[in-house]
Protein backbone atom coordinates (compact mmCIF):
# COMPACT_ATOMS: atom_id res chain seq x y z
CA UNK A 1 0.00 0.00 0.00
CA UNK A 2 2.68 2.07 0.68
CA UNK A 3 4.43 1.45 -2.10
CA UNK A 4 1.14 2.69 -4.06
CA UNK A 5 0.97 5.66 -2.60
CA UNK A 6 4.59 6.35 -3.25
CA UNK A 7 4.28 5.66 -6.90
CA UNK A 8 0.98 8.16 -7.34
CA UNK A 9 2.57 11.06 -5.78
CA UNK A 10 5.55 10.68 -7.60
CA UNK A 11 2.96 10.08 -10.83
CA UNK A 12 1.39 13.30 -9.49
CA UNK A 13 4.44 15.43 -9.41
CA UNK A 14 5.96 14.57 -11.93
CA UNK A 15 2.30 15.48 -14.39
CA UNK A 16 2.62 18.72 -12.36
CA UNK A 17 6.16 19.31 -13.60
CA UNK A 18 5.62 18.75 -17.51
CA UNK A 19 2.10 20.48 -16.93
CA UNK A 20 4.60 23.78 -15.59
CA UNK A 21 7.05 23.10 -18.02
CA UNK A 22 4.74 23.54 -20.84
CA UNK A 23 2.95 26.02 -20.17
CA UNK A 24 6.40 28.01 -19.32
CA UNK A 25 7.56 26.84 -22.89
CA UNK A 26 4.96 29.12 -24.63
CA UNK A 27 6.11 32.16 -25.72
CA UNK A 28 4.31 35.71 -27.50
CA UNK A 29 4.38 35.14 -30.92
CA UNK A 30 6.87 36.26 -33.41
CA UNK A 31 5.99 38.64 -36.27
CA UNK A 32 6.85 41.61 -38.74
CA UNK A 33 5.18 44.55 -39.23
CA UNK A 34 4.34 45.20 -43.01
CA UNK A 35 5.35 48.64 -44.45
CA UNK A 36 2.68 51.19 -44.93
CA UNK A 37 0.72 51.78 -48.41
CA UNK A 38 -2.28 53.27 -50.00
CA UNK A 39 -2.07 56.35 -48.09
CA UNK A 40 -4.98 58.81 -48.42
CA UNK A 41 -5.45 62.01 -46.00
CA UNK A 42 -7.19 59.83 -43.76
CA UNK A 43 -6.64 56.04 -44.48
CA UNK A 44 -3.68 53.61 -44.80
CA UNK A 45 -3.16 50.11 -45.60
CA UNK A 46 -0.56 47.77 -43.07
CA UNK A 47 -0.69 44.25 -41.76
CA UNK A 48 1.85 41.70 -40.51
CA UNK A 49 3.55 38.41 -41.10
CA UNK A 50 3.43 36.18 -37.68
CA UNK A 51 6.51 34.09 -38.06
CA UNK A 52 5.91 32.25 -35.05
CA UNK A 53 3.26 31.42 -32.71
CA UNK A 54 4.88 30.74 -29.37
CA UNK A 55 3.32 27.42 -29.12
CA UNK A 56 -0.38 28.52 -28.71
CA UNK A 57 -3.31 29.69 -30.76
CA UNK A 58 -3.11 33.25 -31.91
CA UNK A 59 -6.51 34.77 -30.47
CA UNK A 60 -5.87 38.30 -32.08
CA UNK A 61 -3.89 40.00 -34.26
CA UNK A 62 -3.48 43.21 -35.91
CA UNK A 63 -1.84 46.29 -36.33
CA UNK A 64 -2.34 49.23 -33.80
CA UNK A 65 -1.11 52.38 -34.50
CA UNK A 66 -0.63 56.34 -32.52
CA UNK A 67 0.90 59.73 -32.99
CA UNK A 68 3.54 58.18 -30.08
CA UNK A 69 6.44 55.74 -30.63
CA UNK A 70 5.86 52.00 -29.82
CA UNK A 71 2.00 51.89 -30.07
CA UNK A 72 0.32 48.90 -28.12
CA UNK A 73 -2.96 47.40 -28.32
CA UNK A 74 -4.33 50.19 -25.57
CA UNK A 75 -4.07 52.59 -28.63
CA UNK A 76 -5.83 52.27 -32.06
CA UNK A 77 -6.44 49.16 -33.22
CA UNK A 78 -7.70 46.47 -35.90
CA UNK A 79 -8.94 43.32 -35.55
CA UNK A 80 -7.65 41.05 -38.30
CA UNK A 81 -8.91 37.47 -37.79
CA UNK A 82 -6.89 34.78 -35.75
CA UNK A 83 -3.76 32.02 -36.66
CA UNK A 84 -0.29 32.47 -37.92
CA UNK A 85 0.53 33.98 -41.35
CA UNK A 86 -0.01 37.17 -43.31
CA UNK A 87 -2.56 39.49 -42.90
CA UNK A 88 -3.37 43.18 -44.37
CA UNK A 89 -5.20 46.05 -41.97
CA UNK A 90 -6.88 48.80 -42.70
CA UNK A 91 -6.56 52.23 -41.01
CA UNK A 92 -9.07 54.59 -40.87
CA UNK A 93 -10.00 58.04 -39.10
CA UNK A 94 -6.64 59.80 -39.52
CA UNK A 95 -5.84 63.15 -39.77
CA UNK A 96 -4.53 64.57 -42.70
CA UNK A 97 -0.91 65.98 -43.10
CA UNK A 98 -0.20 63.62 -39.45
CA UNK A 99 3.00 61.52 -38.48
CA UNK A 100 1.86 58.03 -37.23
CA UNK A 101 3.50 54.85 -35.61
CA UNK A 102 2.10 51.50 -36.32
CA UNK A 103 2.86 47.88 -35.72
CA UNK A 104 1.02 44.70 -36.38
CA UNK A 105 0.44 42.53 -33.05
CA UNK A 106 -0.58 39.04 -31.91
CA UNK A 107 -1.94 37.37 -28.92
CA UNK A 108 -1.28 34.14 -27.50
CA UNK A 109 -2.23 32.68 -24.13
CA UNK A 110 1.41 34.20 -22.87
CA UNK A 111 0.64 37.46 -24.32
CA UNK A 112 1.09 40.36 -26.83
CA UNK A 113 3.42 40.02 -29.11
CA UNK A 114 4.66 42.93 -31.79
CA UNK A 115 6.22 43.68 -34.90
CA UNK A 116 8.79 46.95 -35.31
CA UNK A 117 7.42 50.15 -35.31
CA UNK A 118 6.88 51.86 -38.60
CA UNK A 119 5.88 55.55 -39.04
CA UNK A 120 4.42 57.06 -41.91
CA UNK A 121 2.20 60.61 -42.67
CA UNK A 122 -0.85 60.45 -44.17
CA UNK A 123 -1.63 63.13 -46.95
CA UNK A 124 -2.22 66.81 -46.73
CA UNK A 125 -5.56 68.46 -47.86
CA UNK A 126 -5.06 69.04 -51.47
CA UNK A 127 -6.76 72.91 -51.51
CA UNK A 128 -6.52 73.93 -55.18
CA UNK A 129 -8.79 77.27 -56.25
CA UNK A 130 -11.33 78.16 -58.91
CA UNK A 131 -12.98 81.32 -60.25
CA UNK A 132 -16.62 81.14 -61.74
CA UNK A 133 -16.23 82.81 -65.19
CA UNK A 134 -20.09 84.02 -64.80
CA UNK A 135 -19.52 86.49 -62.13
CA UNK A 136 -15.63 86.41 -61.27
CA UNK A 137 -16.54 85.01 -58.03
CA UNK A 138 -13.39 82.87 -56.39
CA UNK A 139 -13.97 79.62 -54.66
CA UNK A 140 -11.23 77.45 -52.45
CA UNK A 141 -11.61 74.06 -54.18
CA UNK A 142 -10.76 70.61 -52.08
CA UNK A 143 -9.63 66.94 -52.89
CA UNK A 144 -10.84 64.36 -50.93
CA UNK A 145 -10.76 61.07 -52.02
CA UNK A 146 -11.04 60.88 -55.64
CA UNK A 147 -13.33 63.59 -55.67
CA UNK A 148 -13.27 67.49 -55.53
CA UNK A 149 -15.34 69.43 -54.41
CA UNK A 150 -16.25 73.10 -54.18
CA UNK A 151 -15.11 74.01 -50.33
CA UNK A 152 -17.88 76.62 -49.98
CA UNK A 153 -21.50 77.42 -50.87
CA UNK A 154 -21.88 78.59 -54.18
CA UNK A 155 -22.90 82.53 -54.53
CA UNK A 156 -24.10 82.81 -58.13
CA UNK A 157 -27.04 85.01 -57.58
CA UNK A 158 -28.68 85.49 -61.21
CA UNK A 159 -31.63 87.26 -59.86
CA UNK A 160 -33.25 87.58 -55.93
CA UNK A 161 -36.52 87.31 -54.03
CA UNK A 162 -37.70 87.43 -50.54
CA UNK A 163 -39.25 84.33 -48.64
CA UNK A 164 -42.40 84.86 -49.46
CA UNK A 165 -41.86 83.83 -53.10
CA UNK A 166 -41.74 80.23 -53.56
CA UNK A 167 -42.41 77.43 -56.14
CA UNK A 168 -41.79 73.60 -56.94
CA UNK A 169 -41.36 74.77 -60.41
CA UNK A 170 -40.35 77.76 -61.17
CA UNK A 171 -36.32 78.59 -60.04
CA UNK A 172 -35.56 81.40 -57.20
CA UNK A 173 -33.14 82.54 -55.42
CA UNK A 174 -32.84 83.62 -52.07
CA UNK A 175 -30.27 84.96 -49.64
CA UNK A 176 -30.91 83.96 -45.87
CA UNK A 177 -31.94 87.56 -43.91
CA UNK A 178 -32.58 89.77 -47.47
CA UNK A 179 -35.86 90.67 -48.30
CA UNK A 180 -36.11 92.37 -51.43
CA UNK A 181 -35.60 91.78 -55.28
CA UNK A 182 -32.13 94.05 -55.78
CA UNK A 183 -29.15 91.79 -56.33
CA UNK A 184 -26.36 94.19 -55.27
CA UNK A 185 -28.07 94.90 -51.88
CA UNK A 186 -28.57 91.11 -51.22
CA UNK A 187 -25.08 90.73 -52.47
CA UNK A 188 -23.72 93.24 -49.89
CA UNK A 189 -25.17 91.40 -46.88
CA UNK A 190 -23.20 90.24 -44.54
CA UNK A 191 -25.17 86.50 -45.23
CA UNK A 192 -24.37 86.42 -48.89
CA UNK A 193 -20.37 86.86 -47.91
CA UNK A 194 -20.34 84.10 -45.21
CA UNK A 195 -22.89 81.78 -46.33
CA UNK A 196 -23.22 81.72 -49.83
CA UNK A 197 -27.02 81.59 -52.02
CA UNK A 198 -29.58 79.36 -51.12
CA UNK A 199 -31.87 78.00 -54.33
CA UNK A 200 -35.17 76.31 -55.08
CA UNK A 201 -34.76 72.56 -56.08
CA UNK A 202 -35.87 74.13 -59.94
CA UNK A 203 -33.04 76.96 -59.64
CA UNK A 204 -29.85 74.29 -58.70
CA UNK A 205 -31.49 71.94 -61.08
CA UNK A 206 -31.71 74.90 -64.32
CA UNK A 207 -33.75 72.46 -66.49
CA UNK A 208 -32.46 69.32 -65.86
CA UNK A 209 -34.09 66.12 -65.46
CA UNK A 210 -32.64 63.94 -61.75
CA UNK A 211 -30.35 61.98 -61.99
CA UNK A 212 -28.67 59.25 -59.39
CA UNK A 213 -25.77 58.26 -61.24
CA UNK A 214 -22.10 59.07 -60.67
CA UNK A 215 -21.34 61.34 -61.56
CA UNK A 216 -24.65 62.81 -61.99
CA UNK A 217 -24.67 64.54 -65.24
CA UNK A 218 -26.54 67.05 -64.26
CA UNK A 219 -24.75 71.10 -64.37
CA UNK A 220 -27.57 72.58 -62.79
CA UNK A 221 -26.52 75.99 -61.40
CA UNK A 222 -22.91 74.96 -61.19
CA UNK A 223 -20.41 76.87 -63.62
CA UNK A 224 -19.26 75.02 -66.67
CA UNK A 225 -16.88 72.20 -65.82
CA UNK A 226 -18.71 70.97 -62.46
CA UNK A 227 -22.17 69.51 -61.65
CA UNK A 228 -24.76 69.53 -59.18
CA UNK A 229 -23.61 66.29 -57.58
CA UNK A 230 -26.27 63.32 -57.39
CA UNK A 231 -27.60 61.56 -53.99
CA UNK A 232 -24.83 58.64 -54.67
CA UNK A 233 -22.17 61.42 -55.00
CA UNK A 234 -23.03 62.60 -51.63
CA UNK A 235 -22.99 58.85 -49.72
CA UNK A 236 -19.24 58.56 -51.35
CA UNK A 237 -18.20 61.50 -50.18
CA UNK A 238 -19.85 60.36 -46.53
CA UNK A 239 -18.90 56.88 -46.81
CA UNK A 240 -15.16 57.82 -47.82
CA UNK A 241 -15.62 59.74 -43.95
CA UNK A 242 -16.51 57.41 -42.17
CA UNK A 243 -20.55 57.37 -42.54
CA UNK A 244 -23.17 59.00 -41.87
CA UNK A 245 -22.77 59.59 -38.09
CA UNK A 246 -19.37 61.33 -38.02
CA UNK A 247 -18.93 62.98 -41.27
CA UNK A 248 -20.49 65.45 -40.73
CA UNK A 249 -17.65 66.79 -38.23
CA UNK A 250 -14.97 66.00 -40.50
CA UNK A 251 -16.33 68.96 -42.71
CA UNK A 252 -17.51 71.56 -40.66
CA UNK A 253 -15.78 74.80 -40.10
CA UNK A 254 -14.51 75.20 -36.72
CA UNK A 255 -15.44 77.50 -34.30
CA UNK A 256 -18.54 79.98 -32.88
CA UNK A 257 -19.96 82.54 -33.04
CA UNK A 258 -20.66 82.87 -29.53
CA UNK A 259 -16.51 82.84 -28.82
CA UNK A 260 -15.90 84.69 -31.62
CA UNK A 261 -13.90 81.96 -33.72
CA UNK A 262 -16.48 81.15 -36.22
CA UNK A 263 -19.92 81.39 -37.82
CA UNK A 264 -21.65 78.16 -36.26
CA UNK A 265 -23.69 78.52 -33.11
CA UNK A 266 -22.49 76.77 -29.99
CA UNK A 267 -21.84 73.68 -29.54
CA UNK A 268 -20.86 72.94 -32.94
CA UNK A 269 -20.66 69.48 -32.02
CA UNK A 270 -17.53 67.31 -33.27
CA UNK A 271 -16.39 69.95 -35.43
CA UNK A 272 -12.83 69.33 -37.12
CA UNK A 273 -12.59 70.20 -40.85
CA UNK A 274 -9.96 67.80 -40.39
CA UNK A 275 -10.91 67.03 -45.06
CA UNK A 276 -11.22 71.05 -45.44
CA UNK A 277 -14.54 70.89 -46.63
CA UNK A 278 -15.31 73.95 -44.23
CA UNK A 279 -19.49 73.38 -43.57
CA UNK A 280 -21.20 76.56 -43.23
CA UNK A 281 -24.21 76.70 -41.98
CA UNK A 282 -26.45 78.86 -44.26
CA UNK A 283 -29.70 77.77 -43.03
CA UNK A 284 -33.11 77.24 -45.35
CA UNK A 285 -35.98 79.12 -46.87
CA UNK A 286 -39.11 77.64 -45.71
CA UNK A 287 -42.45 78.20 -47.25
CA UNK A 288 -44.23 79.83 -44.03
CA UNK A 289 -42.54 81.93 -45.55
CA UNK A 290 -39.49 82.57 -43.49
CA UNK A 291 -35.81 82.28 -43.39
CA UNK A 292 -34.50 79.83 -41.25
CA UNK A 293 -31.78 78.28 -38.57
CA UNK A 294 -28.91 80.69 -40.25
CA UNK A 295 -25.88 79.57 -37.88
CA UNK A 296 -27.61 76.21 -36.87
CA UNK A 297 -28.09 74.42 -39.68
CA UNK A 298 -26.66 73.91 -42.98
CA UNK A 299 -28.49 72.11 -45.91
CA UNK A 300 -27.53 71.51 -49.80
CA UNK A 301 -29.62 70.08 -52.57
CA UNK A 302 -28.70 67.22 -54.41
CA UNK A 303 -29.80 66.60 -58.00
CA UNK A 304 -31.68 63.16 -56.98
CA UNK A 305 -35.32 62.48 -56.02
CA UNK A 306 -36.90 59.32 -54.21
CA UNK A 307 -39.85 57.13 -55.84
CA UNK A 308 -41.79 60.34 -54.60
CA UNK A 309 -40.62 62.72 -56.25
CA UNK A 310 -38.81 64.66 -53.59
CA UNK A 311 -35.18 66.05 -53.55
CA UNK A 312 -32.98 64.13 -51.94
CA UNK A 313 -30.78 66.85 -49.68
CA UNK A 314 -27.75 66.61 -47.10
CA UNK A 315 -28.29 68.52 -43.83
CA UNK A 316 -25.56 69.21 -40.92
CA UNK A 317 -26.12 70.93 -37.32
CA UNK A 318 -24.48 72.50 -34.44
CA UNK A 319 -25.58 70.08 -32.04
CA UNK A 320 -24.32 66.73 -34.04
CA UNK A 321 -21.46 65.93 -35.40
CA UNK A 322 -23.31 63.70 -37.96
CA UNK A 323 -24.96 64.17 -41.63
CA UNK A 324 -28.44 63.43 -42.56
CA UNK A 325 -29.91 62.25 -45.80
CA UNK A 326 -33.60 62.64 -46.29
CA UNK A 327 -35.97 63.74 -49.34
CA UNK A 328 -37.70 67.01 -48.90
CA UNK A 329 -40.20 69.44 -50.74
CA UNK A 330 -38.61 71.42 -54.04
CA UNK A 331 -39.76 74.77 -53.15
CA UNK A 332 -37.55 74.96 -50.11
CA UNK A 333 -33.92 76.78 -50.30
CA UNK A 334 -30.89 75.03 -49.83
CA UNK A 335 -27.34 75.77 -50.36
CA UNK A 336 -25.26 74.11 -53.13
CA UNK A 337 -21.74 72.38 -53.30
CA UNK A 338 -20.90 72.03 -57.05
CA UNK A 339 -18.34 68.97 -58.03
CA UNK A 340 -16.02 69.12 -60.47
CA UNK A 341 -16.09 67.20 -63.80
CA UNK A 342 -14.43 64.43 -63.72
Known sequence: MKTLKNFLALVLITTGFYSCQKDEDVTVPVLLTTGVSNLTQITAISGGNISADGGATITARGVCWNTAENPTIND??????QGSGEFSSNMTGLTPNTTYYVRAYATNSAGTGYGEAISFTTQSIDFGSFTDPRDEADYQTVTIGNQVWMA??????????GPETGSDTTPYYYVNGYDGTDVSAAKATDNYASYG????????????????ANPSGVQGVCPTGWHLPSHAEWTQLTDYLGGLDVAGGKMKATGTIEAGTGLWHEPNTGATNETGFTILPGG??????SFLSVGEVGGWFSASTDPTNHAYIRSVYNISGGVDSYPAFKELGFSIRCLKDE
Open 284 to 289: WRHPSP
Open 76 to 81: NKTTDG
Open 197 to 212: VLYNWPAAMAGSASSN
Open 152 to 161: ENLRYLPAVV
